[in-house]
């Protein structure tokens, strides 16, 4: 069965910290993966990884993918309250033709002034 | 910009009603589905389609059906809503192996 993890659950964190996010994953077929965030509405799209050992950044978010070891970390450098959000990571197990995803179940991060 | 509309944010029914939720994209979008998401246990794909009239059953599609007669609209239905279909439902649309873009979600209760 396809799955994925995300670790922590939770975290809390202050103003200006720095925070690593995890996403680790069991797929038959990868083909990419995908980070959102969730505020109090829709999952919003921040990155798509498909290769290897290639940082993807925008702003102070960024994010790598290692295939090897089938995993995925996001980074967020010098928080803000802004980014107080679910953080949610997804894995795209190409099962022929059907472009369903598999979603962790989020990494809630509160980032307190 | 892509947009995904529900009909509705919050929703109030009671046990043994039949229960529409709408999605509506614009980006003529092939695929569309239907999440719900719980706290935790996170998303959890019902249904999903690939095409006008075609629908496929995603991890958890017992007490729910689809019906997608027009490529922008996908509708969830619940035949005999029951309390633990309390949930957030999300819909989402993707074109081919993009990334899937959500609507706003629709709270419902089911009393």
């Known amino acids: 069965e396809d799955k994925v993890v995300q670790s922590p659950l939770s975290l809390v964190v202050h103003e200006g910290d720095t925070v690593t996010l995890n996403c680790s994953y069991e797929?038959?077929?990868?083909?990419?993966l995908l980070w959102y965030k969730q505020e109090k509405k829709a999952p919003t799209f921040l990155f798509m990884l498909t290769s290897s050992g290639i940082e993807k950044k925008s702003g102070r978010l960024s994010s790598i993918l290692d295939k090897k070891e089938l995993f995925s970390i996001l980074n967020i450098t010098a928080t803000q309250t802004g980014d107080s959000a679910v953080y949610l990571c997804?894995?795209?197990?190409?099962?022929?033709?059907?472009?369903?995803?598999?979603f962790g179940k989020g990494t809630k991060l509160t980032v307190n002034p | 910009d892509v947009k995904v509309t529900q009909s509705s944010r919050y929703l109030v029914k009671r046990t043994g009603e039949k229960v529409f939720l709408e999605c509506v994209q614009d980006m003529d979008h092939e695929n569309m589905f239907w999440y719900r998401q719980d706290p935790g246990l996170g998303l959890r794909l019902i249904y999903f389609?690939?095409?006008?009239?075609?629908?496929e059953k995603g991890d958890i599609p017992e007490g729910y059906s689809v019906s997608r007669e027009k490529k922008e609209r996908f509708s969830l239905i619940l035949e005999s809503a029951s309390t633990n279909q309390t949930s957030m439902y999300l819909c989402?649309?993707?074109?081919?192996?993009?990334?899937?873009?959500f609507g706003p979600g629709t709270r419902l209760t089911v009393l």
């Open positions: 797929v038959t077929n990868f083909r990419s």
């Open positions: 997804a894995v795209d197990p190409y099962q022929g033709g059907s472009e369903k995803l598999v």
């Open positions: 989402a649309s993707s074109f081919g192996t993009s990334e899937q873009f």
């Open positions: 389609s690939y095409d006008v009239k075609m629908k």
